[in-house]
């Protein structure tokens, strides 16, 4: 009988290791471990032995038992595993691509035309600052010499908010800051948004984006001024653009100077973006004001500087012919998607 059992065991191992899948093992398993199955009838003969034939042959038993037991599990969980790989390969998603029918945003050509200016500045030394949208009077007017009483702060239509605060009305307070911040000698810009009170028109916004220029040095004069105006016109353009440099007051520099651009959408013939003139103000600038210096705590009898304001939404106008400024904030995709 033991002969038997043994040999029934290793048949039952060589049909374990050759079925192909579960179902296959299934079947052999409740042939032979199954409550009807052939180890089952065996153990059923056991009371036709004597004692010790009994010990002998329920030793055989149990070890093949034991033996077809290891052996399915061992097979089941390779299959489980491979039935598992196998639905992993065919329902793998990859989660990065971008789904059928969505065609990819852009920049916009605002930030695009920053990102320019901003790699132009940073190579020639420029350090790039932010500063917040809800300014202090402090930084927006007084520090800038606009005393309260100045007539200078009704060239800015201003969003008074509550607390002596307001929406900054032209990045100029970064330059305090970045003065009060980083001292001298100093070279920064500082691309940001700006609110007026304004009537909107097709060349003027309430909420539009200026970048302001500062550098402070010993010997600052008005040839290093044109020459960064140059260089940062020409860096844009990437050709000639004919300008015209006129006095200018602003009660921060000293001298002032209005520098603007031929207007780009009409070639200078008159259009409603230049209100007829040919020609777009694009970049005030000017020499800063001993007082603003002082404000900044700079000693002006050892430190001078060059300051601008360029207007940056109007460079992309000029720079993409845009016919209205309120284009560029409208969010309209038809717009968007050309750039
Ligand atoms: C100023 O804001 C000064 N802070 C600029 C400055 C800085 C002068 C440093 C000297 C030294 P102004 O108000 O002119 O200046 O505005 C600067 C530029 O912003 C304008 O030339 C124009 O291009 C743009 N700008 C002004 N108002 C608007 C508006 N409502 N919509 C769109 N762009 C505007």
Redesign the pocket.
């Known amino acids: 009988m033991i002969a038997e059992i043994e040999a029934l065991a290793s048949a039952a191992l060589s049909r374990i290791a050759a079925a192909a899948n579960l179902d296959e093992m299934e079947a052999v398993r409740v042939e032979v471990l199954g409550r009807k199955g052939t180890l089952a009838e065996f153990g059923k003969l056991m009371g036709k032995l004597s004692a010790s034939e009994r010990v002998d042959a329920g030793k055989a038993l149990n070890g093949a038992k034991t033996s077809l037991e290891a052996a399915f599990d061992i097979k089941k969980t390779a299959f489980e595993s491979a039935a598992l790989n196998e639905r992993l390969q065919s329902e793998w998603l990859d989660l990065t691509i971008p789904p059928p029918g969505l065609t990819p945003g852009s920049l916009h050509p605002l930030t695009q035309i920053q990102n320019e200016i901003e790699s132009l500045f940073f190579s020639m030394g420029f350090t790039i600052l932010d500063g917040p949208e809800v300014e202090t009077e402090f930084h927006n007017f007084d520090a800038l010499n606009i005393p309260a009483d100045h007539p200078a702060r009704d ?2 239509d201003t969003f008074w908010l509550e607390g002596g605060h307001l929406l900054r ?4 307070p970064v ?1 305090v800051r970045g003065m009060m911040r980083l001292g001298p000698p100093l070279r920064m810009i500082a691309p940001g948004r ?1 609110f ?1 009170n ?1 009537e909107v028109d097709p ?4 909420t ?1 984006y ?1 970048l ?1 220029g500062m550098m402070v040095d010993r010997d600052v004069s008005i040839a290093n001024l044109l020459y960064f105006m140059k260089t940062l016109l020409s860096g844009i353009f990437k050709r000639d653009t004919t300008v015209r440099l006129r006095p ?1 007051f ?1 009660p ?2 000293e001298p ?1 100077f ?1 520098l603007d651009i031929e207007c780009m959408v009409c070639g200078g013939a008159g259009c409603p973006v230049c209100k007829q003139s040919g020609w ?7 020499l800063v004001h001993p007082n603003v210096l002082r404000a900044g705590g700079i000693d002006p009898a050892e430190f001078g500087g060059f ?5 940056l ?2 460079l992309v106008m000029m720079r993409y012919l845009i016919d209205d ?1 309120r284009w560029l904030q409208s969010g309209d995709l038809r717009f968007l998607k050309q750039f």
């Open positions: 060239m800015q009305t032209h990045t100029s330059q700006v007026r304004e060349s003027h916004e309430h539009f200026q302001e200018g602003f921060f520099v002032g209005e777009v103000e694009l970049l005030p600038c000017g300051a601008f304001g360029l207007g939404t109007r400024i």
